[in-house]
């Protein structure tokens, strides 16, 4: 069987955050026991609410941030012990605002070569060329090389964020909300030539968005994400069209529709969300779930299987009518 290109094992992240001058700190678990498996040429989308632990596990995947327990893997070895270098030649981002990614002070042709020159790949004189060779393939005028970011669209600073993540020919890709700071006309356009340059060159992404139907439209496989927690994973398909957890379904019903006259659309999730510091105990999404069980708030769910797939919740369980 074909090792995940990437892959994590049950990875933690505790930060300790201070409760005030006199008082001790308390941990806060932004991400809490995550495993997932990323195959190549597959785009995993990941989605939840804004402070669920996405970009904390992005940090951990490109090194950046050091996890407090658990496993992350590249082709099936164990990434502990590699320095960022290393790994950075395995993993590439591109962020959510071309904006502020980019350095104002440097030319187009200079922020594409600098992973070149501090990988020290290639001899000096090829840069160019193959600075010019990338920008062609993400659709950027070579015109552009001796130009800054601030003479560029939004549009272009993000192409110009592509071709410096892929000249190193990663082969794992984040995507942090890559089209979110762009006009609506420019986002199919960006989305496009990541699936073709998937295509292409063979990439796997992690692609992290709060944009459902740009998930839907990219991913191959979607993994929700909760208060530090992945509660439900399966391919996409079968995720859309039959959400299982209560908190996936939440998510899609809360998907704005042009159809006249339905207003916005209620979840039913509240106004509040759970202090992270100090989360509800047993499935931490049992106070704000219309479908919550007796169980729910004093037992933790397990994963259930579920076709491709898991969904962590009581309402699965072949035992849920028993007594906790």
């Known amino acids: 069987m074909t090792a995940p290109v990437l892959e994590t094992r049950d990875v933690s992240c505790t930060f300790q955050i201070g409760a005030g001058l006199f008082k001790a700190k308390r941990p806060l678990h932004a991400v809490n026991g995550v495993s997932l498996k990323l195959m190549k040429g597959d785009v995993l989308g990941l989605v939840g609410e804004s402070g669920c632990g996405k970009s904390t596990l992005a940090k951990m ?3 950046l941030q050091a ?5 992350i893997r590249f082709d099936g070895a164990p990434i502990m ?3 960022r270098r290393a790994i950075a030649r395995r993993v590439q981002p591109i962020f959510q605002d071309p904006y502020s990614s980019l350095n104002p002070r440097k030319t187009v042709g200079s922020i594409i070569s600098l992973p070149l020159r501090v990988h020290r790949v290639g001899e000096p004189d090829e840069w160019r060329d193959r600075v010019e060779a990338m920008m062609d393939l993400v659709g950027l005028a070579r015109r552009f090389t001796d130009s800054y970011p601030n003479q560029l669209s939004g549009g272009q600073r993000q192409r110009v964020a592509i071709a410096r993540a892929l000249i190193m020919k990663p082969d794992v890709v984040i995507c942090d909300e890559p089209t979110s700071a762009l006009d609506v006309s420019v986002q199919s356009q960006i989305l496009n030539l990541l699936q073709d340059l998937r295509q292409e060159l063979g990439l796997t992404y992690l ?3 709060h944009n459902l139907a ?3 439209h990219m991913a191959t496989r979607v993994a929700v994400m909760y208060l530090g927690r992945i509660v439900e994973e399966n391919d996409t398909d079968s995720l859309f069209q039959t959400p299982r957890h ?3 379904q939440a998510l899609l019903a809360s998907v704005l529709t042009p159809e006249p006259g339905l207003g916005v659309p209620d979840a039913q999730l509240g106004i509040a969300f759970p ?3 100090d989360p509800p105990a047993g499935c931490t999404f049992h106070p704000r779930c219309a479908q919550a069980l007796a169980q729910c708030s004093r037992v933790a769910p397990m994963p259930i299987a579920d076709g491709n797939g898991f969904t962590e919740c009581h309402l699965y369980n072949p035992a849920k009518d028993v007594a906790a």
């Open 81 to 83: 012990g590699l320095d």
């Open 246 to 248: 209560p908190y996936t």
């Open 207 to 209: 692609l992290i968005s």
């Open 214 to 216: 740009v998930v839907e």
């Open 67 to 71: 996890p407090t327990g658990g496993d």
């Open 61 to 63: 995947l490109l090194g």
């Open 275 to 277: 202090n992270p510091i």
